[in-house]
């Protein structure tokens, strides 16, 4: 009964986001004519089936992993996009992708989680709660975290079960792309609004950190869980805790570096000076990576539906409502480029090999870019 209210729960925060698209929604600001600061040239792009669900894409050794709705998954070359191999995992998927560069695992809405190797089905293994947040490849096993916070290990080669654990927390939880990471030795985990340290061989939990204090009366304004992608910079981890806050971890000390309270849905980016962002109300923000404090923001892209920004160099990039993707100065937060790709909101957060930015879309679009 605990689970079925939970259930019941993200289903009516659901339905509660779908009424704020009626008519009171704010208007998406317009853009502005620019001039173009930077270059950039879209150098291929290709096409799947729609994507509807909360996609990531995995990056390794060159190539792009992704997937559609309709189970297909797909490697290409970054550099090229030529197809390295394509598969289907044989369902409709509710997550994906999660690839060690050899094989790639994604879950579908029946809840089997289906690792695939050069585009065919190495194993399939039921998992015991309802997956949104991409698996992750890595060590010679495959990691699912669960929105009901279980997270499992599989092992890679043939899907032995080897642990799983489920830690207390609020009933409630968010039907959103979670954390789920490799750093060094330990396995990274958004446990509610805490960034969790685990023993990947095991399970146990090495430290925790809270990035959030949640704050309200009833659960729904407590909802407070990280949420994806967050970004790496050396030893540390940034995130955002679902409208609470942004706030960078020391993992290897598993201590809090700072935190900063902003609301906001959507993961953030990051360099060895800047946490960039945009908030509910796409106003995107930069903090020093160092203090948390506000290095500026702008105001130019309110109500745009932003993606999570990627970083590109000199440069982050967002994607909005109609697919644009807007390149802004890392140091200033200045518009560089404005480049369209087929006018449908973009399905995964961009994301970079070398300097190859892949965006795509929900119709199923892939665009490759180099700026």
């Not at 946490?275 to 130019?300: C, F, H, I, P």
Request: with cysteine; hydrophobic share 45%; charged share 20%.
């Amino acid at each position: 009964m605990k689970r079925f209210s939970a259930i019941l729960l993200v289903a009516m925060l659901a339905l509660l986001g779908a009424c704020s698209m009626g008519p009171d929604k704010p208007k998406p600001k317009p853009l502005v004519e620019i001039k173009p600061q930077i270059t950039g040239r879209l150098v291929w792009s290709t096409r799947l089936s729609s994507v509807e669900f909360p996609l990531t894409v995995a990056v390794n050794a060159g190539r792009f992993t992704v997937a559609s709705s309709d189970g297909t998954v797909m490697a290409v070359e970054a550099e090229s996009g030529r197809v390295v191999w394509k598969g289907s995992a044989g369902a409709t998927l509710s997550a994906g992708v999660g690839s060690d560069g050899r094989l790639a695992a994604v879950v579908t809405r029946e809840g089997n989680l289906v690792v695939l190797e050069a585009g065919k089905v190495l194993w399939k293994m039921p998992v015991s709660s309802k997956v949104v947040t991409a698996p992750l490849v890595a060590g010679g096993r495959v990691f699912v975290a669960g929105i009901d916070r279980t997270v499992m290990a599989f092992d890679a080669q043939d899907g032995a079960s080897l642990w799983s654990v489920k830690r207390p927390g609020d009933s409630l939880s968010l039907a959103q792309n979670g954390v789920i990471a490799p750093f060094k030795d330990t396995l990274l985990v958004g446990q509610g609004a805490k960034l969790a340290g685990l023993d990947p061989s095991t399970g146990a939990v090495r430290w925790d950190v809270a990035l959030a204090t949640p704050r309200g009366t009833n659960e729904v304004e407590r909802l407070a869980d990280l949420v994806g992608p967050a970004a790496r910079v050396g030893d540390f981890i940034c995130a955002r805790s679902f409208q609470a806050a942004v706030g960078c971890v020391n993992a290897q000390l598993g201590t809090l570096l700072w935190s900063r309270n902003v609301g906001g849905r959507n993961g953030v980016a990051a360099d060895a000076q800047y946490v960039v962002a945009a908030d509910a109300s796409d106003r995107v923000t930069a903090w020093k990576m160092n203090s948390g404090e506000v290095a500026w923001t702008t105001e130019a892209f309110l109500h745009r539906e932003l993606s999570a920004p990627v970083n590109l160099g000199p440069v982050v990039v967002f994607g909005d409502l109609v697919g644009n993707l807007i390149f802004l100065s890392v140091d200033k937060g200045a518009t560089q480029l404005l480049v369209p790709t087929d006018g449908s909101p973009l399905a995964a957060t961009p994301v970079t090999s070398g300097m190859t930015l892949l965006a795509v879309t929900r119709d199923g679009g892939l665009f490759a870019l180099r700026p």
